[in-house]
C-alpha cells in the first residue's frame, strides 16, 4: 500500500471533480479531531482511508492486505481511472449534480440501462452535457452514477425515449459482477 504518485493524483482527481466539482476540496480537508483523508493504492486499486488507520495498514503485509477504507475504483492498464460502484458513499456526499428517477425507472437501471427522459423525475439545473451526476431514487437514496447524454435545457426538448444519463455503475453491479468486483 502506497500514495499514489503525482501523475497519479491527477488522474484520480480530474475524474472525481467531474462528480464533485469544487467540492472535491473537501475530500481531502482535515477533519475535526486533526485526522484527514487520503487516498492509497493496493495493488491497482485506489482507497480512500483516514490517514490514522493507513499508518496502521503498513504492518500488513502486501500479499496479506485485502482492502482497507473505501475503494474508490481501479487504474487500468493504460492509466485510466474507472470508478467503481463502492464509491457511491463518497460521490453522494459531495455530488455537484444529481439526477432522481421515477419508481418506474428504477428497475431498468439497476438492471443496467441508461436513464431515459421518460423515468426522469426531477434534476439539477444548469448541468451541461457530459457532467458526472449522481442517480437517486425520489426517497433520495442513491442508487448510482453516470454522465448526461444531454445538458439540462436540451433534455427538456427531447422525446421521452430519449438518453438524458449513459449509466457507468449502479447497485446492480453488487450482484451481477459479484465474483469479479473485488477480485485483484
Not at 37 to 64: C, E, P
Request: overall charge positive; glycine content about 8%.
Amino acid at each position: 500500500m502506497r500514495p499514489l504518485t503525482e501523475e497519479e493524483t491527477k488522474t484520480l482527481f480530474a475524474k472525481l471533480a467531474n462528480y464533485t466539482g469544487a467540492s472535491l476540496n473537501n475530500l481531502i480537508a482535515p477533519l475535526d479531531d486533526g485526522d484527514r483523508y487520503v487516498f492509497r493504492l493496493q495493488r491497482d486499486r485506489v482507497y480512500y482511508v483516514l490517514l490514522s488507520i493507513a499508518n496502521l495498514a503498513t504492518s500488513v503485509g502486501r500479499d496479506k492486505l485485502l482492502s482497507v477504507g473505501t475503494c474508490l475504483g481501479k487504474f487500468s492498464k493504460t492509466g485510466k481511472f474507472r470508478l467503481h460502484i463502492t464509491s457511491l458513499p463518497v460521490l453522494a456526499e459531495h455530488a455537484r449534480y444529481k439526477i432522481w428517477i421515477r419508481p418506474n425507472g428504477t428497475m431498468p437501471f439497476l438492471y443496467g440501462g441508461n436513464i431515459v427522459k421518460a423515468h426522469v423525475g426531477r434534476w439539477s439545473d444548469d448541468c451541461p452535457e457530459h457532467q458526472g451526476v449522481v442517480v437517486y431514487d425520489m426517497n433520495d437514496t442513491p442508487l448510482g452514477f453516470g454522465v448526461t447524454a444531454r445538458s439540462t435545457t436540451e433534455a427538456r426538448r427531447l422525446d421521452p425515449t430519449g438518453v438524458v444519463c449513459f449509466r457507468q455503475a449502479d447497485c446492480g453491479e453488487f450482484l451481477r459482477d459479484e465474483d469479479t468486483l473485488f477480485a485483484s
